[in-house]
């Protein structure tokens, strides 16, 4: 049944809106197709989706849809949205939880929809709404070079400004295909040129472990063509449970965000590829087999800043060598459950100059549970970074970041140390054997500087070689330690009998081959 104030409202017309900002809006925000996407997702979400289908017709890219489960519109309010409703989002009025699942409402402003005037100027919108049993069918038409247009328009004169046209019908309701469909079948040239090149088209695997796998091989997944980063944004961005267990388990510090993902299960499906989000377990390194140190630091925060209260919890991983592929390198801050961009490589402007290559070594998630939503930007892509809630998470991470980066380093010198011990230790035990070989004595060393005076002295009845280590061997812990081998090797040979001159230089030569 439509509502009274429906009926007075014409079913089809002028798609108006109340301020040039929202003209200009519509021209586009959104920095990428994942991010535009995100927007038809929290869409769904806020109407208790259990599942969204997007397919985007791969490798032509020319038609794309996004189906939800959700509980639909009304056609009232689809038309109340064209009528002067665009950028009036009611979603937060109330208890700010959607009425189902409870999940956290993420709409607010009330110009995500336009998300899709970024990929064409004309969509469709299907809807069977679940509580009133109806459904609509309406298409919307976006007049072209609108900003050009906008900016002609007197503000004085006109409260009212036209953006299009749109139109719609009453179509039977199906409780089967209860939820919203929006189709756009006339996509832009730019957004087809940009994931279809004319060059190779990588198709992605169906399964998302293996396009992980794929996407962890590469130095980036860029490369692999702009589609590969739309699946990976929509994956890192949108509030769908994390890919069940890695090797390693879940880390304690994301149990609390992973249940509520699990709970509040989305399902979302992009051209037949079901999208998880990639823990931090999960591989980060690219290579399984490598012996990598890595921790995980929590981070937690909670504190009432600017007489508002900042409550952020999540992770900081770290391993001792660079995280492929890049774009997972940095840190990735989630306000209701809802990627703010892709992880953030700068980590809030930290200066990672002096920390060098170790600034590749991070990723972190930090789930934002109260605070910061006015910090946000419109385009959900980034920060006012002048906002004193992002002020102080900003100095947080930093603070949390400086003993990370401080361990790392020191750990990464602890490492080099005990790796250049081994080393030293793996050419002495080469030399003594090679000594038993020629001399058929097993000798140990004894770095005692022994009475004699001698930089190295071979003792064949105690079976020992004696180094001085006080001596003024060569600088630099490499070489010295290179010339003391060569000069056991000169002492080894020069212990022989004095009469077999010849085999001296030989037995010298031999250890030398050893040794170098
Ligand atoms: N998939 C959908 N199912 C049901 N209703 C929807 C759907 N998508 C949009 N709507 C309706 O259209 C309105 C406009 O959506 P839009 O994304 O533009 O604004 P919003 O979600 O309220 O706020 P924000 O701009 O912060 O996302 C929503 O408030 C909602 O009522
Ligand atoms: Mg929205």
Redesign the pocket.
């Known amino acids: 049944m439509a509502s009274t104030r429906a009926m007075k409202r014409p079913a089809k017309g002028e798609i108006r809106v109340s301020s040039k900002t929202l003209i200009h809006i519509s021209q586009g925000i959104y920095r990428s197709t994942a991010s535009t996407l995100r927007?038809?997702v929290?869409?769904?979400y806020?109407?208790d989706?259990t599942e969204v289908v997007i397919t985007t017709n791969p490798p032509r890219f020319d038609h794309v849809t996004c189906t939800?489960n959700?509980?639909?519109?009304t056609l009232d309010?689809f038309i109340g949205?064209m009528d002067g409703g665009?950028g009036d989002?009611?979603?937060r009025v109330g208890k700010g939880l959607t009425a189902k699942l409870r999940r956290p409402v993420?709409?607010?402003?009330?110009?995500?929809?336009?998300a899709v005037a970024q990929l064409s100027n004309a969509f469709e919108v299907w809807?069977h709404h679940r509580d009133t049993e109806t459904a609509f069918h309406g298409t919307v038409t976006l007049h072209d070079r609108l900003s050009d247009e906008a900016d002609q328009v007197d503000p004085d004169t006109t409260e009212i400004l036209p953006m299009g046209e749109y139109d719609t019908a009453r179509i039977p309701f199906d409780p089967k295909r209860t939820?919203?469909t929006?189709v756009v079948s006339d996509v832009k040239r730019g957004f087809t040129r940009k994931h279809a090149p004319p060059t190779e088209f990588h198709a992605p695997p169906t399964d998302f472990r293996q396009f992980l796998d794929r996407c962890f091989s590469e130095r980036r997944i860029s490369s692999l063509g702009h589609y590969w980063e739309l699946l990976w944004g929509l994956a890192v961005q949108c509030p769908i449970p994390y890919l069940p267990e890695g090797p390693t388990g879940e880390p304690p510090a994301l149990a609390a965000a992973s249940k509520r993902l699990n709970k509040q299960g989305l399902r979302l499906v992009v051209d037949q590829l079901r999208l998880w989000k990639p823990g931090p377990w999960q591989r980060l390194d690219g290579s399984a087999n490598r012996n990598i140190e890595a921790h995980m630091a929590p981070f937690e925060l909670d504190k009432a800043v600017a007489g508002k209260p900042l409550k952020v919890s999540g992770y900081l991983y770290a391993q001792n060598e660079a995280i492929k592929p890049t774009e997972r390198r940095g840190v990735l801050v989630r306000i209701r459950d809802v990627g703010i961009g892709g992880y953030d490589r700068g980590f809030l402007d930290y200066d990672r100059a002096s920390e060098g290559p170790r600034a590749h070594w991070i990723s972190g998630e930090l789930y934002v549970e109260q605070g910061l939503e006015n910090a946000l930007n419109v385009d959900r892509d980034s920060f006012n970074e002048m906002h004193p809630h992002y002020l102080y998470l900003q100095e947080q991470l930093h603070e949390t970041l400086l003993p990370l980066f401080r361990g790392m380093q020191s750990g990464q010198r602890k490492r080099r140390a005990r790796e250049h011990r081994e080393q030293e230790e793996q050419s002495i035990q080469r030399l003594l054997g090679a000594i038993k070989d020629v001399t058929n004595v097993s000798f140990s060393f004894e770095t005692a500087a022994d009475d004699t005076g001698r930089l190295v002295r071979v003792d064949r009845k105690r079976r020992k070689i004696y180094v001085d280590e006080g001596a003024e061997w060569p600088s630099g812990s490499a070489t010295a330690e290179l010339a003391k081998l060569i000069a056991v090797a000169r002492a080894v040979a020069d212990s022989e009998p004095r009469k077999h001159a010849r085999k001296r230089d030989e037995v010298f030569l031999h250890l030398l081959r050893e040794v170098l």
Do not use: F, P, Q, W
Not at 70 to 73: C, D, H, K, P, Q
Not at 106 to 114: F, P
């Open positions: 927007e038809l929290s869409n769904a806020d109407v989706a939800d959700g509980a639909g519109m309010a949205l665009i989002s009611g979603k993420i709409g607010r402003i009330g110009i995500g929809l336009l809807s939820g919203t929006i």
